[in-house]
């Protein structure tokens, strides 16, 4: 995987980023849980998560991106420094 420094930062981005846009509406949770799985085996730390997502935007999925994003982050095992 290529990365760049984000701005003025030490902190390494991907140059590939994985979308997010259909999650909540096209896509169900457990779907995203597998794509965000895949992307971050293969290196990238990177991910598209604008504020109007899920696309389409509607009121019954708007913020469902953002909710199945932190319910994977919960299951994630953590690095103690």
Sequence with gaps: MNYQKLGN???DVS???????????QNSQEEGFEQM?????????????AELYAIPPK??????????????FKKQKRETK
């Design 15 to 25: 140059t590939i980023c994985l979308g997010t846009m259909t999650w909540g509406e």
């Design 59 to 72: 009121q019954e999925t708007f913020g469902h991106t953002e909710i199945i994003i932190g319910n994977w």
């Design 9 to 11: 930062t030490n902190l």
């Design 37 to 49: 799985n895949y992307a971050l085996d293969h290196g990238v730390n990177f991910w598209d998560t």
